[in-house]
T-cell receptor, first 116, second 111 residues
Framework: GAGVSQSPRYKVAKRGQDVALRCDPI?????LFWYQQALGQGPEFLTY????????KSGLPSDRFFAERPEGSVSTLKIQRTQQEDSAVYLC??????????????FGPGTRLTVT | GNSVTQMEGPVTLSEEAFLTINCTYT??????LFWYVQYPGEGLQLLLK?????DKGSNKGFEATYRKETTSFHLEKGSVQVSDSAVYFC??????????FGKGTRLSVIA
Protein backbone atom coordinates (compact mmCIF):
# COMPACT_ATOMS: atom_id res chain seq x y z
CA GLY A 1 0.00 0.00 0.00
CA ALA A 2 0.97 3.66 -0.19
CA GLY A 3 3.41 4.89 2.38
CA VAL A 4 4.02 8.36 3.74
CA SER A 5 4.70 10.83 0.97
CA GLN A 6 6.23 14.27 1.16
CA SER A 7 6.49 17.10 -1.30
CA PRO A 8 8.49 18.70 -2.62
CA ARG A 9 11.44 16.34 -2.28
CA TYR A 10 13.86 19.23 -2.71
CA LYS A 11 13.38 22.91 -2.08
CA VAL A 12 15.82 25.76 -2.54
CA ALA A 13 14.79 29.03 -0.95
CA LYS A 14 16.49 32.37 -0.73
CA ARG A 15 17.00 33.70 2.76
CA GLY A 16 13.88 35.51 3.89
CA GLN A 17 11.45 33.55 1.73
CA ASP A 18 8.57 31.56 3.17
CA VAL A 19 8.29 27.83 2.41
CA ALA A 20 5.57 25.22 2.85
CA LEU A 21 6.33 21.52 3.11
CA ARG A 22 3.59 18.94 2.67
CA CYS A 23 3.12 15.53 4.24
CA ASP A 24 0.57 12.90 3.22
CA PRO A 25 0.46 10.26 5.96
CA ILE A 26 -0.67 6.69 5.58
CA UNK A 27 -4.45 6.68 5.24
CA UNK A 28 -6.17 6.31 8.59
CA UNK A 29 -3.11 7.01 10.69
CA UNK A 30 -4.07 9.04 13.72
CA UNK A 31 -0.67 10.33 14.75
CA LEU A 32 1.63 12.51 12.66
CA PHE A 33 5.10 13.75 13.54
CA TRP A 34 7.54 16.23 12.03
CA TYR A 35 11.29 15.90 12.55
CA GLN A 36 14.25 17.98 11.41
CA GLN A 37 17.45 16.21 10.39
CA ALA A 38 20.56 18.32 10.00
CA LEU A 39 23.44 17.00 7.94
CA GLY A 40 25.25 14.20 9.74
CA GLN A 41 22.82 14.19 12.65
CA GLY A 42 19.88 12.12 13.78
CA PRO A 43 16.33 13.40 13.34
CA GLU A 44 15.10 15.80 16.01
CA PHE A 45 11.46 16.15 16.99
CA LEU A 46 9.57 19.25 15.95
CA THR A 47 5.87 18.67 16.54
CA TYR A 48 3.15 16.04 16.95
CA UNK A 49 -0.50 15.83 15.90
CA UNK A 50 -3.21 13.49 17.00
CA UNK A 51 -5.83 13.81 14.29
CA UNK A 52 -6.18 17.58 13.79
CA UNK A 53 -5.01 18.52 17.27
CA UNK A 54 -1.43 19.68 17.70
CA UNK A 55 -0.59 18.10 21.03
CA UNK A 56 3.10 18.90 21.24
CA LYS A 57 5.04 21.64 19.51
CA SER A 58 7.88 21.83 21.98
CA GLY A 59 10.50 21.04 19.33
CA LEU A 60 9.72 23.93 16.99
CA PRO A 61 12.90 26.03 17.05
CA SER A 62 11.28 29.43 16.69
CA ASP A 63 7.98 31.19 16.05
CA ARG A 64 8.91 31.21 12.36
CA PHE A 65 7.93 27.55 12.27
CA PHE A 66 4.27 26.67 12.07
CA ALA A 67 2.51 23.36 11.42
CA GLU A 68 -1.09 22.46 10.77
CA ARG A 69 -3.24 19.44 10.04
CA PRO A 70 -6.70 20.95 9.63
CA GLU A 71 -8.63 17.84 8.60
CA GLY A 72 -6.61 15.28 10.47
CA SER A 73 -4.87 13.87 7.41
CA VAL A 74 -2.50 15.99 5.28
CA SER A 75 -0.13 18.22 7.23
CA THR A 76 1.84 21.29 6.22
CA LEU A 77 4.97 22.60 7.89
CA LYS A 78 5.52 26.26 7.13
CA ILE A 79 8.71 28.17 7.73
CA GLN A 80 8.55 31.94 7.49
CA ARG A 81 11.47 34.21 6.67
CA THR A 82 13.83 31.27 6.16
CA GLN A 83 17.37 31.46 7.52
CA GLN A 84 20.45 29.50 6.52
CA GLU A 85 20.30 27.49 9.75
CA ASP A 86 16.92 26.14 8.60
CA SER A 87 18.70 24.11 5.91
CA ALA A 88 18.01 20.46 6.74
CA VAL A 89 15.92 17.47 5.75
CA TYR A 90 12.41 17.66 7.14
CA LEU A 91 10.91 14.27 7.87
CA CYS A 92 7.30 13.39 8.38
CA UNK A 93 6.16 10.19 10.09
CA UNK A 94 2.77 8.70 10.87
CA UNK A 95 1.56 6.06 13.27
CA UNK A 96 -1.66 4.15 13.68
CA UNK A 97 -1.76 4.55 17.45
CA UNK A 98 -2.89 7.45 19.57
CA UNK A 99 0.39 7.65 21.42
CA UNK A 100 3.97 7.89 20.27
CA UNK A 101 4.82 5.00 22.56
CA UNK A 102 5.83 1.54 21.56
CA UNK A 103 4.40 1.42 18.08
CA UNK A 104 6.14 1.95 14.80
CA UNK A 105 6.33 5.31 13.13
CA UNK A 106 6.43 5.15 9.33
CA PHE A 107 8.64 7.77 7.76
CA GLY A 108 8.37 9.62 4.49
CA PRO A 109 11.39 10.24 2.22
CA GLY A 110 11.82 13.76 3.54
CA THR A 111 12.10 17.21 2.01
CA ARG A 112 15.61 18.56 1.67
CA LEU A 113 15.50 22.32 2.24
CA THR A 114 18.46 24.43 1.23
CA VAL A 115 18.42 28.12 2.15
CA THR A 116 20.85 30.24 0.16
CA GLY B 1 17.50 14.14 30.38
CA ASN B 2 16.61 11.50 27.83
CA SER B 3 19.28 10.85 25.23
CA VAL B 4 20.75 8.20 22.98
CA THR B 5 24.46 7.76 22.31
CA GLN B 6 25.72 5.54 19.54
CA MET B 7 29.18 4.83 18.22
CA GLU B 8 30.46 7.22 15.63
CA GLY B 9 31.13 6.06 12.14
CA PRO B 10 31.85 5.51 9.51
CA VAL B 11 32.25 1.79 9.94
CA THR B 12 33.79 -0.07 7.01
CA LEU B 13 33.65 -3.85 6.91
CA SER B 14 34.33 -6.59 4.43
CA GLU B 15 31.47 -8.77 3.31
CA GLU B 16 30.66 -11.58 5.79
CA ALA B 17 32.33 -9.75 8.69
CA PHE B 18 30.68 -9.47 12.10
CA LEU B 19 28.99 -6.17 12.88
CA THR B 20 28.43 -4.45 16.22
CA ILE B 21 27.10 -0.91 16.53
CA ASN B 22 26.96 0.24 20.14
CA CYS B 23 24.03 2.18 21.53
CA THR B 24 23.40 3.36 25.08
CA TYR B 25 20.54 5.40 26.43
CA THR B 26 19.64 7.49 29.41
CA UNK B 27 16.07 7.61 30.47
CA UNK B 28 13.77 7.68 33.39
CA UNK B 29 11.39 4.79 33.50
CA UNK B 30 11.47 2.04 30.95
CA UNK B 31 11.66 3.27 27.38
CA UNK B 32 11.00 1.32 24.22
CA LEU B 33 14.10 1.00 22.05
CA PHE B 34 14.44 0.94 18.27
CA TRP B 35 16.94 0.61 15.48
CA TYR B 36 16.05 2.47 12.29
CA VAL B 37 17.94 2.14 9.00
CA GLN B 38 18.27 4.66 6.19
CA TYR B 39 19.36 3.20 2.87
CA PRO B 40 20.83 5.58 0.28
CA GLY B 41 18.11 7.72 -1.23
CA GLU B 42 15.37 6.22 0.93
CA GLY B 43 13.42 7.18 4.03
CA LEU B 44 13.93 5.86 7.54
CA GLN B 45 12.70 2.31 8.06
CA LEU B 46 12.20 0.48 11.32
CA LEU B 47 14.72 -2.37 11.50
CA LEU B 48 13.84 -3.83 14.89
CA LYS B 49 12.50 -2.90 18.30
CA UNK B 50 12.30 -4.06 21.92
CA UNK B 51 9.79 -2.82 24.43
CA UNK B 52 10.98 -4.20 27.74
CA UNK B 53 14.12 -5.40 29.49
CA UNK B 54 15.73 -8.58 28.13
CA ASP B 55 13.61 -8.44 24.97
CA LYS B 56 15.52 -9.26 21.80
CA GLY B 57 14.51 -7.58 18.59
CA SER B 58 15.52 -9.24 15.34
CA ASN B 59 15.05 -8.71 11.62
CA LYS B 60 16.99 -9.47 8.42
CA GLY B 61 19.74 -11.17 10.43
CA PHE B 62 20.20 -8.17 12.74
CA GLU B 63 19.65 -8.52 16.48
CA ALA B 64 19.65 -6.22 19.50
CA THR B 65 18.93 -7.05 23.14
CA TYR B 66 17.44 -4.56 25.60
CA ARG B 67 19.92 -4.54 28.51
CA LYS B 68 18.52 -2.56 31.41
CA GLU B 69 21.52 -3.17 33.65
CA THR B 70 23.89 -1.56 31.17
CA THR B 71 21.27 0.74 29.53
CA SER B 72 22.36 -0.60 26.16
CA PHE B 73 20.78 -1.80 22.92
CA HIS B 74 23.72 -2.80 20.73
CA LEU B 75 23.01 -3.82 17.14
CA GLU B 76 24.70 -7.00 15.85
CA LYS B 77 24.80 -9.04 12.69
CA GLY B 78 26.87 -12.14 12.22
CA SER B 79 27.65 -11.75 8.52
CA VAL B 80 27.12 -8.43 6.76
CA GLN B 81 26.39 -8.03 3.07
CA VAL B 82 27.05 -5.19 0.66
CA SER B 83 23.31 -4.50 0.69
CA ASP B 84 23.52 -3.67 4.41
CA SER B 85 25.41 -0.47 3.60
CA ALA B 86 23.31 2.29 5.12
CA VAL B 87 23.05 4.67 8.06
CA TYR B 88 21.75 3.08 11.27
CA PHE B 89 19.98 5.08 13.98
CA CYS B 90 19.29 3.98 17.53
CA UNK B 91 16.20 5.59 19.08
CA UNK B 92 14.06 5.52 22.21
CA UNK B 93 10.66 6.65 23.37
CA UNK B 94 8.68 6.49 26.60
CA UNK B 95 4.93 6.60 26.64
CA UNK B 96 3.71 9.69 24.83
CA UNK B 97 7.12 11.21 24.17
CA UNK B 98 8.45 11.54 20.63
CA UNK B 99 11.31 9.45 19.33
CA UNK B 100 14.79 10.54 20.46
CA PHE B 101 17.45 9.47 17.97
CA GLY B 102 21.18 8.98 18.16
CA LYS B 103 23.38 10.72 15.60
CA GLY B 104 23.53 7.72 13.32
CA THR B 105 26.31 5.35 12.27
CA ARG B 106 27.22 4.99 8.62
CA LEU B 107 28.09 1.43 7.61
CA SER B 108 29.91 0.62 4.39
CA VAL B 109 30.33 -3.02 3.41
CA ILE B 110 32.94 -3.83 0.79
CA ALA B 111 32.77 -6.90 -1.41
Amino acid sequence: GAGVSQSPRYKVAKRGQDVALRCDPISGHVSLFWYQQALGQGPEFLTYFQNEAQLDKSGLPSDRFFAERPEGSVSTLKIQRTQQEDSAVYLCASSSTRTSGTHEQYFGPGTRLTVT
Amino acid sequence: GNSVTQMEGPVTLSEEAFLTINCTYTATGYPSLFWYVQYPGEGLQLLLKATKADDKGSNKGFEATYRKETTSFHLEKGSVQVSDSAVYFCARTSGNTPLVFGKGTRLSVIA
